[in-house]
């Protein structure tokens, strides 16, 4: 059974950087196809995709939204994907959450295509 745990998140300054983690542990990495995704929701917002891996083959799609700013990678060996964020803005600021589904080919970053979420790490960005 797949399963996610994320981290890393924290206060920061507007400009500044953060780097999300999270473990995706419950099955192969070599030979099972398993989309991690990072979603965030903001105070009264809907729960919005950010970027996806397919931890099989490492190919990444990023939302439009962040793109140029927010960075999504992988590490086979320590079986985590990360969330790079730079030049960060208050609009920024919410829950992170990582989320996996059992998948081979494209993926859409809708919330509820996900079958395994992580707990969430707040993210805070101040003027």
């Known amino acids: 059974q797949v399963r996610v745990a994320d981290y890393g998140g924290g206060s920061v300054q507007a400009g500044g950087s953060l780097r999300l983690s999270c473990s995706a542990t419950?099955?192969?990495?070599?030979?099972?196809?398993?989309?991690v995704a990072w979603f965030r929701q903001a105070p009264g917002k809907q729960r919005e995709g950010l970027a996806v891996?397919?931890?099989?083959?490492?190919?990444?799609v990023h939302d439009d939204s962040i793109k140029g700013r927010f960075t999504v990678s992988q590490e086979r060996t320590k079986k985590a994907v990360y969330l790079q964020m730079n030049a960060l803005k208050p609009d920024d600021t919410g829950m992170y959450y990582c989320?996996?589904?059992?998948?081979?080919?494209?993926?859409?970053?809708?919330?509820?295509?996900?079958?395994?979420w992580g707990q969430g790490t707040q993210v805070t960005v101040s003027p």
């Open positions: 891996i397919d931890t099989f083959t490492g190919k990444a």
């Open positions: 419950g099955y192969s990495w070599s030979n099972t196809c398993v989309h």
């Open positions: 989320a996996a589904r059992r998948l081979c080919g494209p993926s859409a970053l809708v919330p509820a295509l996900f079958e395994t």
